[in-house]
């Protein structure tokens, strides 16, 4: 770099590097979707258009950026989990931040047209906010995915019943449904939903109930009855490993496919049966079929 009197400046850089052997989420957030959402006559409560809109940047994000071991997405946000080993930017915050909310943004903008063919964007463009929050372990960071997935279903049941009272016959005012919903469990929502409209909501697109999950897909492994966080743990000391082990899981995260499914996170199960996401060791490719 050439030298000049005005280098100093360079110093007021704060530092900004994340917590070391944490996982880091960085959850980005569609800014004024409600707005957006009107705009473009997004259906409500849940088009779908815009949902595989969201999952198709995402899934464009973690095929590029081989360090994020899995995502969670929900309505206009999404998070991706770098694992606790990671060495992305030295961790720096604000690079690792602006990367990610960058390159979902460009990927949302140049897949649009894919999603809504007959309705070009205009300014104002959606555009994306980013924060990155360290979580110290496996169960942390469990529960922050638990936490994502909760809301996904506690909003999603509210605002399916909320959308039938208002856009299915008779047709109820908006401040009248949210008067007759306020106050009701969930149990009181799946019979209205039932005795009125004839809608089960466990037959709802799983899509809009779990939300969506995106992971490396390699080969399943059967669950056993061990503990999750802490082989997770193991496993990840286990991975200091060599330079050349390091080179060949590369190659083989490169290769896996980039998955985009609808299931519950929030049990053992998918962690049990898809161990690399949290060990960061890939598994075995499956074979093509
Ligand atoms: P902010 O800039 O503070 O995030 P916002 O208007 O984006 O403001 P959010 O709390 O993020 O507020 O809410 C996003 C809104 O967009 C919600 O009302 C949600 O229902 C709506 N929305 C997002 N995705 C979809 C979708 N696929 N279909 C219908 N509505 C959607
Ligand atoms: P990083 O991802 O770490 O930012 P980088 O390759 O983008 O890496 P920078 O330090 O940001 O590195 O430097 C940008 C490089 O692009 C410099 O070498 C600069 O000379 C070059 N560059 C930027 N804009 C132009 C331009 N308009 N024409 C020619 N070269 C350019
Ligand atoms: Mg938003
Ligand atoms: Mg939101």
């Given amino acids: 770099m050439a030298n000049s009197r005005f280098e100093y400046v360079k110093q007021f850089e704060q ?17 004024g979707f409600t707005k957006l959402c009107a705009k473009y006559n997004f259906e409500k409560p849940n088009d779908r258009r815009a949902l595989d809109l969201m999952n198709a940047a995402a899934k464009a994000v973690v095929t590029e950026i081989h360090d994020i071991t899995i995502a969670y997405g929900v309505s206009d946000e999404f998070s991706f989990v770098f694992h606790k080993s990671c060495t992305l930017f030295e961790r720096r915050a604000s690079k690792i931040v602006s990367t990610i909310v960058s390159t979902f943004t460009a990927y949302y903008i140049h897949l649009w047209s894919t999603y809504f063919p007959d309705t070009p964007l205009s300014p104002p463009l959606p555009s994306f906010d980013g924060r990155a929050v360290c979580y110290p372990s496996v169960q942390n960071l469990r529960d922050y995915m638990s936490w994502r997935q909760v809301d996904c279903h506690i909003n999603n049941l ?17 401040k009248a449904a949210e008067q007759l919903l306020s106050g009701t469990l969930a149990a009181d929502k799946h019979e209205l939903l039932f005795s009125r409209f004839k809608i089960n909501y466990n037959n709802e697109p799983e899509i809009f109930k779990k939300g ?45 496919k980039v998955l985009v499914d609808h299931v519950d996170i929030i049990k053992d199960d998918f962690w049990e049966r898809r161990p690399w996401i949290l060990s960061n060791k890939p598994g075995k490719i499956p074979k093509e079929t």
């Fill in 15 to 31: 530092v900004d590097n994340l917590l070391p052997n944490t996982w880091i989420v960085v959850r980005i957030d569609g800014r």
């Fill in 158 to 174: 509210y605002n399916t019943t909320f959308w039938s009272l208002v856009q299915l016959p008779p047709g109820m005012d908006a």
């Fill in 212 to 256: 969506s999950v995106i992971y490396r897909d390699y080969e399943l492994v059967e669950p056993g009855n061990h503990d999750v966080a802490k082989t997770a743990d193991e496993l990840a000391e286990a991975v200091r490993q060599s330079k050349t082990q390091d080179d060949k899981d590369k190659k083989r995260r490169a290769k896996a």
